[in-house]
């Protein structure tokens, strides 16, 4: 059986080229995390092969302590993510499905379009309550996404009474599971319809396992945590329309700290509602607000160096419409008619603080994904481009309007 596993794995090219001096000491290694694998606890079927095995590997690089990172980062954010599963009667093993999908960056977004922690699709995530528009993102919430994600696999768990299938379909989607199922001959085994899933969300059992097995075994890796201490913090609510930048101006507190501690105001603007918005902040920094906060709100109700972009142009007065007037129209010739207003430009189109940027669709784009990068909403996408549908395809030009002093950064992403 041994020599099957290491067979499979070089075969693969799991493994590296070795000599025949150094194939026992590697060899007794992935015996090792086999054996182990076997021997974790869980509610959850898990089990070790090849494709588990290129994850735990991608682990083990700790490419610039980034492993080390990750440990210490979930060892602090973990228990509270199980303690919310399991208040909602779930497996708290589910917590590396967190893991396995963002490395629990709250601010990632995927090329699937989906974002936060979970990694939640546009819309699953309106559909179990989170709050998307062009300011807010309560897929990167990592509270907030745990009780949708939650939900979610319940949900999912109603129809497959089996965690693996459950674990696949909440990445990728019940069709593509159903889909792959059907392909392999009604099988209900994950690892039988593994191969047909869409290629990239093969990953997320293999990973969920890896995940699992990494923080139930790293120390046997000679990896570390590397130390996560939290500044302490406390909750405001904010009143008016601010920035992140104002905030950093009036109270001394880094953006980049409350882009990490806020991450759910996707343009570090933050809005106002009757219901008000409230931002986490040092608890040091407390008494500075309360001195200052009348300092922040330096927009009088307007959206901070944004507006709206409806048409202003003027409107044509109504004219007898003859056709000599027609005809003195278009020539120019008669000055009491309105002229047709100049084609806008590409590229450099600016209208009341907003410049124009086109975007050439890529594959594996989704317009979820484009409104992430650009922090417009899939409405204004639509809306700017006239179109129907999401549908997009490779090599489509879109027509996309970004704050005009930010152009710079923006064509950078491009």
């Known amino acids: 059986m041994k020599f099957k596993i290491l067979f499979l794995l070089l075969t693969l090219g799991f493994l ?146 089996d965690w693996n299938l459950t674990i696949a379909a909440f990445y990728s989607s019940p069709l593509d599971v159903n889909k792959a199922i059907r392909q392999s001959g009604g099988n209900l085994d994950y690892w039988k319809i593994h191969s047909y899933l869409p290629e990239e969300f093969q990953i997320t059992v293999p990973r969920f396992i890896a995940s699992f097995y990494l923080f139930t075994h790293f120390r046997d890796h000679k990896l570390s945590a590397q130390a996560f201490k939290p500044i302490q913090t406390d909750t405001i609510a904010i009143k008016n329309w601010t920035t992140f930048t104002q905030i950093e101006k009036i109270m001394a507190i880094d953006v980049e700290f409350l882009k990490d501690y806020n991450p759910i105001f996707k343009k570090f603007i933050i809005p106002y509602t009757p219901k008000k918005y409230y931002i986490t902040i040092p608890l040091s920094k407390i008494q500075t607000f309360k001195k200052l906060e009348d300092s922040l709100y330096v927009f009088q109700d307007k959206e901070p160096g944004l507006v709206t972009i409806p048409d202003n142009r003027p409107k044509p007065q109504a004219t007898d419409t003859s056709s000599n007037d027609s005809d003195s129209t278009q020539t120019g010739e008669d000055n009491n008619h309105i002229k047709p207003e100049p084609k806008p430009k590409p590229e450099t189109e600016s209208i009341k603080g907003l410049a124009l940027l086109t975007y050439t669709v890529k594959k594996g784009d989704g317009l979820g994904r484009i409104a992430d990068k650009y922090d417009c909403t899939i409405t204004e996408i639509k809306k700017w481009n006239k179109m129907k549908s999401n549908n997009i395809k490779p090599g489509q030009k879109l027509k996309i309007y970004v704050p005009k002093a930010k152009l710079k950064k923006y064509k950078k992403i491009r």
């Open 16 to 161: 590296p080229s070795i000599s025949k001096g150094k194939a026992t000491n590697l060899f007794d290694d992935y015996d090792s995390i086999a054996k182990r694998i076997v021997k974790i606890k869980t509610s959850i079927p898990i089990e070790y092969n090849q494709y588990v095995q290129q994850h735990i590997n991608e682990f083990l690089k700790n490419d610039n302590s980034q492993t080390n990172i990750l440990i210490g980062k979930g060892l602090y954010l973990l228990p509270e993510i199980e303690k919310l599963l399991k208040k909602n009667r779930l497996p708290g093993e589910l917590r590396f499905v967190a893991v396995a999908l963002s490395n629990l960056d709250s601010r990632k977004v995927s090329e699937e379009g989906g974002s936060g922690i979970w990694q939640l699709k546009y819309h699953v995530a309106k559909t179990y309550g989170l709050k998307i528009n062009s300011y807010i993102d309560e897929r990167r919430d990592p509270i907030k996404s745990t009780e949708a994600a939650a939900q979610y696999f319940e949900d999912l768990y109603k129809i497959y009474e």
